[in-house]
């Protein structure tokens, strides 16, 4: 948290009890500063007036960028939105099949049984021609002549034949195993795509948006939006958090949220307001800084977390060990969500193929890794 920001959680509590709204708290504020302070007549005539223009300029733009950001990112997920969707189309189609079709050009198991016996055959035959051609050459130096240049070219002709069908067997091999491969990680994949079926996708702020509510999340915080479709005041308005409970209501309504929260909170450092007095407008602090919550509450729908693109930005924020370990759960996903292995994965892999390379003696073709 910068410097600037150490404060936000006092002025929320003031916003909370202002019922005008920003109007009030600006009149808060600006009285603080007439009573308390020499703002107004310290620096001489006008010199309040260009301090207050520049600080507001100052925020401005970055509220502006802010705000430009989300409506890239917002038209961003639509347009892949609807990549998926024609992709999904193309391959319901049949054209995907097609594609995947044409690129497949390893010998089938069929291909390599018919191979093999036309090389039996071939090699048969050339057996049969050498053995009539020796009975056909009696007793001549000729005969023994034919029949050691007959048994000369016949040397390589099985050693060519049988070059062949170990290639053939090489080939039926690697075919197997790369089959074998691609139905595992296909398998893996159904798995996963299993576990995340029925969840939502994140919105733009990694939460959710809902009926009565939406929410967005950072890795430490949760800012929850109520809108009211009335005008209330911060007296009818009734918010207790707890470790594993929160509760938000009107007076003579009924409560709007009231149930275990998914994950704890740390209850001394959440927040709340009243926006314009028509939003309720929750800040939420995570006990654990090191997970994205798949809901606010128990009773909520899920979001695919595996989905979540978090801000590259914030990662300055963070201290070294956090950020390693934020930096190395973010590759993780991308690498899961690519279908690749992950850093344990690679890992893992290192360590057997050093293993293997001490080992040559022996055969890991037919093993299986978990």
């Avoid at 989300?70 to 038209?75: A, F, H, I, L």
């Avoid at 028509?278 to 509450?297: A, C, D, G």
Wanted: glycine letters at 4%; charged letters at 40%.
């Amino acid at each position: 948290m910068s410097d600037i920001e150490r404060f936000d959680g006092l002025l929320l509590s003031m916003a909370n009890q202002c019922e005008g709204g920003i109007k009030e708290l600006l009149e808060v504020m600006f009285s603080f500063l007439s009573r308390k302070t020499d703002f107004y007549i310290g620096g001489g005539k006008g010199a309040a007036q260009k301090l207050l223009l520049e600080k507001f300029l100052m925020f401005e733009k970055p509220a502006l960028e802010r705000a430009e950001k989300e409506r890239k990112q917002r038209e961003e997920d639509e347009r892949i939105r609807r990549e998926k969707l024609a992709k999904k189309k193309a391959k319901e189609n049949g054209v995907g099949d097609q594609e995947e079709g044409a690129k497949i050009v390893e010998i089938t198991d069929e291909e390599a049984e018919k191979l093999q016996k036309e090389i039996d055959e071939e090699k048969k035959r050339k057996v049969a021609e050498s053995m009539k051609s020796e009975d056909n050459d009696v007793g001549s130096t000729a005969s023994t002549a034919t029949s050691s240049s007959s048994s000369s070219n016949a040397t390589p002709l099985a050693s060519a034949t049988n070059n062949n069908i170990n290639n053939v067997e090489t080939s039926t091999k690697d075919s197997t195993t790369a089959k074998a491969d691609k139905k595992e990680n296909a398998d893996e994949e159904e798995e996963e795509d299993e576990k995340d079926k029925g969840k939502l996708k994140p919105n733009s702020g990694n939460g959710a948006d809902l009926e009565k509510y939406k929410w967005t999340q950072t890795l430490s915080e949760i800012e929850v939006r109520i809108p009211l479709n009335m005008t209330v005041k911060a007296a009818h308005v009734n918010v207790v958090f707890k470790k594993k409970h929160l509760l938000v209501s009107l007076k003579g309504h009924p409560p709007i949220i009231d149930c275990e929260t998914d994950h704890e909170i740390k209850v001394e450092e959440s927040t709340w307001c009243l926006e314009d007095r028509k939003s309720i407008v929750l800040q939420i602090e995570k006990v654990n800084k090191m997970e994205w919550w798949s809901r606010l509450i128990k009773t909520d729908p899920e979001i695919n977390t595996r989905k979540v693109v978090p801000e590259n930005s914030k990662l300055s924020d963070l201290d070294d060990d956090t950020r390693g370990t934020v930096e190395k759960m973010m590759y993780d996903q991308r690498q899961k969500e690519l279908g690749l292995p992950t850093s344990e994965d690679q890992k893992k892999n290192e360590i057997l193929k050093q293993f293997m390379e001490k080992h040559p003696e022996m055969d890991f073709s037919k093993a299986k890794f978990s």
